[in-house]
């Protein structure tokens, strides 16, 4: 079970399917609106994976399954690079019966992700040219917050034009942002199967001890050793694998397939 309303079973099915023998399906009632929703009329109060987690309960408990698997997107600065607009995806596995929950994970710079007040049609069309219209949708409100007009899933040029003439008529100003819903993003889609490839990495990744799938990196150490000095430097020297269901843990030596260090990383010969 897909749990989706947007689409995203279009990346997500064709992957399950090929890589086990399963047939994915998608609720007919689910309305993952209820948890929130880009656009802001409903703000999301939970973090990504408890969002995630409560769309699939909400499908298991609509069809009666007990395996679901939903996705979740958040956007915004990348985390590491502040300047940078990312979009982070996450795919959910959650499995009652057996009390497994799996995460996939994807983060890319990737993204149309923006917005923009505007006072004309030109405007408005230079704003489109920028983030891949009319292939990815729109979203026209008559202001950013608190919005009291909203159209979305904007993809036909006339139609943007004919709205924002009109909404620029009653409200001077307005203000267009794209539309991060999958169905209407390309862009994003590709990320969410990122974070499905995540997934079923982790799904073939079995516990040594005790067969549960799921054995993934827990932590890291660093300390790979200088090639000039042979200090050790902040660099990754081994990955720390762990088990979601049994304490079993370990360690994988030169995750990078490096054992030394190029010496500009080194804090000793380039302090």
Not at 12 to 34: F, R, S
Request: aromatic share 8%; hydrophobic share 35%; net charge negative.
């Amino acid at each position: 079970m897909i749990a989706t309303m947007h689409e995203k079973e279009v990346v997500i099915a064709p992957m399950l399917e090929k890589n086990y023998q399963m047939k994915c399906a998608v609720p007919t009632n689910l309305n993952t609106d209820l948890l929130g929703t880009f656009s802001g009329e409903r703000e999301r109060k939970d973090s990504p994976i408890d969002a995630a987690l409560k769309k699939c309960n909400l499908a298991m408990d609509e069809v009666g399954y007990d395996l679901a698997i939903a996705s979740e997107g958040s956007f915004g600065a990348h985390p590491y690079s502040f300047f940078s607009r990312a979009d982070e995806e996450i795919v959910v596995l959650l499995d009652r019966k057996n009390k497994i929950e799996l995460v996939g994970k994807a983060l890319s710079t990737d993204t149309n992700f923006d917005g923009r007040e505007i006072g004309s049609i030109a405007e408005g069309i230079e704003f489109a040219k920028q983030v891949h219209f009319p292939s990815h949708g729109l979203i026209l409100k008559d202001k950013k917050d608190a919005h009291t007009t909203i159209h979305k899933g904007i993809i036909n040029p006339t139609l943007y034009q004919d709205l924002i003439e009109s909404m620029l008529a009653s409200h001077g100003k307005i203000w267009v942002e794209t539309d991060m819903r999958a169905l209407f993003n390309p862009t994003r889609l590709k990320i969410i199967e990122q974070a499905t490839a995540n997934l079923i990495e982790k799904m073939e990744s079995h516990c040594p001890a005790c067969d549960t799938p799921g054995y993934w990196i827990v932590d890291h150490l660093e300390g790979l050793p200088c090639e000039l000095c042979r200090q050790p430097t902040k660099s990754t020297l081994a990955h720390i694998y762990g088990c979601l269901h049994c304490d079993f843990t370990d360690k994988k030596m030169f995750p990078n397939q490096k054992n030394i260090e190029d010496p500009t990383f080194c804090d000793y010969c380039n302090p």
